[in-house]
């Protein structure tokens, strides 16, 4: 499995394996809605998706699922990515030089929770005040930025929209600085 959002800082499946990991050809962008995790259908968040960039490469956590576990992790994994995601079959490279085939969860214009593009001011207002079943958008934006940050390989998108929400006065956990 590949992860590029939720997946590096919470996979919450059992896993042999997890290692740095890049993906060629794509980039990670917050242009998908959240209306069951992060949101609500009647205030939808903005969750990542990867978007096909030619001489793109996306950063992430490749984890090797075991034999028994792969059926079960596979269904959960379905059921969490429902709104819009679709599984596709990639070569990922690992930072240890191997690479290898994995699963990654990808969310196209095609589905309806596609919202596509938008200025990041747009896309940090939303996420701020966004707030689901799963937690806060922030804390999402937020546990991605430091994951990646963990890992070494910040992302330009996510530092730039968590830049433009603390630009908006929003503290952690989405509560409004104190001015």
Known sequence: MFGYGSLVWRPAFPFVEQVPASLDGFVRRFWQASPDHRGTPEAPGRVVTLVAHAGGRVHGRAFRVGAADVAGVLAALDHREKAGYDALDVTLALADGRSVGARVYVATPANPE????????????????????????????E??????????????????LLAAVRGLGVASGGRRESR
């Open 114 to 141: 596609f919202l596509g593009p938008a200025a990041p001011d747009v896309i940090a207002r939303q996420i701020a005040s966004s707030h689901g079943p799963s937690g806060s958008n922030l804390e999402y934006l």
């Open 143 to 160: 546990r991605l930025h430091d994951a990646l940050a963990e890992l070494g390989v910040p992302d330009p998108h996510v530092t730039e």
